[in-house]
């Protein structure tokens, strides 16, 4: 689980698939004895003091697991509890999440096995084809971002799908043949 802070009142939480040993979270129960769990977990192990109410999106991609876009939204007809939260839970699914590759040296034939490589403009995109073991995917996201929702379903739309064979890293250059 990694979260992701935007400001005090939005953040985002990655969940890949590892981290929940399944990827299911489709009951309504479950996904609010989740997020019981999630908040309570944020405020002991982060300070992060969750209460009110809250608009989450959960974006849901098969290979990967779940991104959660979550957004507090300032109601002023309530007045909450320091531990009361109220939630609006939008589930978008079959989703494909891409990352945004930061370092080319990450590209190796390994995870070209695992991936689709994807280029548009100037950037290189990995689109997993496959489930991702947990090393390599540990070695994509330290070596990339995570994009999903709209943006993700635009790159893949527009970008071209480079065809390699191999890739050579020498002295912080890549080559593909």
């Given at each position: 689980m990694k979260i992701e802070k935007l400001n005090e009142d939005n953040f985002i939480v990655f969940l890949n698939k590892m981290y929940l040993k399944s990827n299911k979270l489709e009951l309504k129960k479950d996904?609010?004895?989740y997020f019981k769990c999630l908040f309570k977990k944020l405020n002991e192990f982060y300070n992060m003091e969750m209460s009110g109410?809250?608009?989450i999106k959960i974006y849901c991609?098969?290979?990967y697991g779940y991104v959660l876009d979550i957004?507090?939204?300032e109601i002023d007809l309530y007045d909450y509890y320091d531990d009361h939260i109220n939630m609006k839970i939008e589930i978008i699914d079959e989703q494909k999440f891409?990352?945004?590759?930061?370092d080319m040296s990450v590209l190796d034939k390994l995870i070209l096995n695992y991936c689709h490589l994807l280029k548009l403009k100037d950037d290189l995109y990995?689109?997993?084809k496959?489930?991702?073991?947990q090393y390599i995917l540990g070695r994509i996201i330290e070596n990339s971002s995570l994009i999903y929702g709209e943006i993700s379903e635009k790159i893949i739309s527009k970008a071209e799908e480079l065809k390699i064979?191999?890739?050579f890293v020498w002295k912080n250059l890549v080559y593909m043949l």
């Open positions: 996904i609010e004895n109410y809250y608009d991609d098969k290979i957004k507090k939204e891409v990352f945004r590759i930061h990995l689109l997993p496959k489930t991702i073991n064979k191999q890739v």
